[in-house]
């Protein structure tokens, strides 16, 4: 069957990428689909809110350059965290320039991204080469890359040709591409090149533009909700920024994280149930 119809468990066992694999195995252990996105500017909000919604997620994912008092301490502090409540780490990252300025960028700099992320992603706008990049740095530390495979955001340009030119590359780079990011699942989008077609294929689908109590922002960014997202369209993961962390008092946060977790996890049992 395809991926989204077994559980987590089975595609823990059967998956070769180590940062894929503790994932699924993150997910099943925590009951948790829920990644959640901490895009705030000072790193004691971040490392707050961290700490609140740690107990529900299975990853946080980062855009660590918007930290304006960011020092390298931050990510001893992150990794503290990701240990104290078992989740793993996604800086969002979005490289998109060609192979070797991604390499430099990926392991080098005021970041070192490569050194503490254990999924990144990127554009596939430059072609195989970013993939080839980033896998020099990535795969001999077991991290795992997902393309941009569609956006949620409206006009944007990740469609049609360019979506499965996406999934094409992905599935000649399955060693370091384990998933996307996207809409849906990918299984079926038409592929340039039959030949590189796995029946046993498993590619993460992370997705953002997950709220429940508001359709988009002025900005936008489009919002559909744990269910549509993970029961109708297939997705593996849930993506929520403002929706949980933008939420105020600390008990707040801390009770919108368990809300989709729970929504996220309901939508989970219903499609492998069906
Ligand atoms: N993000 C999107 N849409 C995308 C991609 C990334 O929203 O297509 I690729 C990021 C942007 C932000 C988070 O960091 O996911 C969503 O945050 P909100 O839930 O606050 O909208």
Excluded at 151 to 159: I, R
Excluded at 171 to 178: A, E, M
Excluded at 180 to 201: G, L
Aim: with cysteine; proline share 4%; glycine share 8%.
């Amino acid at each position: 069957p395809s991926a989204h119809l077994q559980t987590y468990a089975q595609r823990a066992q059967k998956h070769a990428n180590p940062a894929a694999k503790a994932l699924l195995e993150t997910i099943e252990r925590k009951k948790s689909n829920l990644c959640v996105s901490v895009d705030v500017t000072k790193q004691a909000d971040f490392l707050r809110i961290i700490d609140v919604v740690g107990p529900y997620i299975c990853l946080v994912k980062t855009h660590i350059d918007i930290i304006e008092d960011f020092d390298p301490s931050l990510i001893d502090r992150l990794r503290e965290l990701s240990e104290k409540h078992d989740f793993l780490i996604f800086e969002d990252r979005k490289f998109a320039d060609i192979g070797n300025t991604v390499a430099l960028q990926y392991s080098s700099g005021v970041y070192k991204i490569a050194s503490w992320s254990h999924i990144t992603n990127a554009h596939p706008v430059p072609g195989p080469g970013i993939i080839s990049g980033l896998a020099s740095v990535g795969r001999p530390l077991g991290r795992g890359l997902l393309l941009l495979a569609e956006m949620s955001s409206k006009g944007n340009l990740a469609t049609g040709a360019y979506t499965a030119e996406a999934v094409h590359m992905a599935r000649t780079h399955r060693d370091f591409v384990v998933g996307f990011i996207a809409m849906r699942r990918m299984e079926s989008v038409p592929t340039p090149d039959a030949s590189v077609v796995d029946e046993d294929e498993d590619f993460l689908v992370l997705t953002p533009g997950v709220g429940l109590d508001v359709k988009g922002d002025a900005m936008g960014q489009q919002y559909r909700t744990p269910r549509e997202v993970v029961f109708e369209s297939g997705c593996d993961v849930i993506i929520v920024g403002r929706g949980i962390y933008g939420k105020g008092s600390d008990a707040e946060v801390q009770a919108q994280a368990e809300r989709y977790r729970k929504e996220g996890w309901a939508a989970y049992e219903d499609r492998i149930s069906t």
